[in-house]
């Protein structure tokens, strides 16, 4: 599942290939794809102009000019936005949206002046498709422009003593808490949550409620450095997973996983242990990872 470095950099991409575009039209083929949107309210989105694409955990927000609201699409288990010239065909059945956007507008381009030299022309219309095999993900609009989740990893207001005084009221194990969207903290996934707490030393099994709020400080720090790093490469993309930008190329960050899909650590190369925390497996290394450290 795209967490908040495929999720991040999939909306800097589009915001590249969107941003000052016209919405020209937004067919949906799939009715599970706008499941918690009135058609009305996403079709009043239509003919405007996008202002910002932006990343809020992991929903990528679409701003727009002159709107109350805002598009929002979440990725989930195999979700992906592809860029494409428009009216050519498919890849697949699986494409069950399109973001078809107009030329990029330049109202100060003058054709006739030698000014003009060098500068890029307005770019032609163009298309990016949601394409997603398993119809998990969706496009919703978001009133205000505001995500309906827990703040963003990279949110100042998400802090150790945040997360601590959260954890204190959950009886369930660490990797659990970071994996609550609606909580705390969006935008962390499985392997970033794996990861995290790997070089913070957190088993993910340990009971949040007694972690201490420096231990929940360690681990922000390592999932907000382990998220920059994965998003310089792109983010990772596993064998079982579909994650690819908006080009179709695969992140690259798999290679510096340390537990997290590995049958030993990548560390000490100790087995690593596996266990369900929170409906999601943890990868974690006993060696690495104490089980009594709290702190």
């Not at 049958?263 to 974690?284: E, I, K, L, N």
């Amino acid at each position: 599942m795209p967490e908040a470095a495929e999720v991040a950099v999939a909306a800097a991409q589009l915001h590249q290939v969107a941003a000052g575009r016209e919405l020209s039209a937004l067919p949906v083929t799939h009715p599970r794809t706008v499941r918690h949107t009135d058609p009305v309210s996403l079709a009043a989105l239509v003919g405007r102009r996008v202002t910002r694409v932006r990343s809020h955990g992991k929903w990528i927000v679409v701003d727009l000019d002159g709107a109350d609201a805002a598009l929002g699409i979440h990725l989930r288990m195999s979700g992906q936005l592809l860029v494409a010239e428009p009216g050519t065909p498919h890849p697949d059945r699986h494409v069950h949206a399109t973001l078809a956007l107009g030329p990029h507008p330049d109202p100060f381009w003058p054709t006739d002046s030698p000014a003009c030299e060098g500068i890029r022309r307005p770019e032609r219309a163009v298309e990016v498709r949601f394409r997603d095999p398993r119809t998990f993900g969706e496009l919703r609009v978001l009133p205000h422009g505001v995500a309906p989740v827990a703040p963003d990893l990279f949110d100042p207001a998400v802090t150790g003593s945040s997360l601590h005084a959260l954890a204190a009221r959950r009886r369930v194990g660490v990797k659990a808490v970071l994996l609550d969207q609606t909580q705390g903290v969006a935008g962390i996934g499985s392997y970033l949550a794996d990861e995290a707490l790997h070089r913070a030393g957190i088993d993910p099994t340990a009971p949040a409620g007694e972690l201490a709020t420096s231990a929940w400080e360690r681990i922000l720090v390592a999932a907000r450095a382990i998220a920059v790093d994965s998003i310089a490469v792109g983010g990772v993309t596993l064998e079982d997973e579909g994650w690819v930008d908006l080009w179709g190329r695969p992140g690259t960050y798999a290679a510096q996983l340390q537990v997290h899909a590995r049958a030993t650590c990548a560390a000490c190369d100790t087995p690593t242990s596996s266990a369900v925390v929170g409906g999601r497996r943890a990868r974690w290394c006993r060696r690495c990872q104490h089980p009594r450290r709290r702190r």
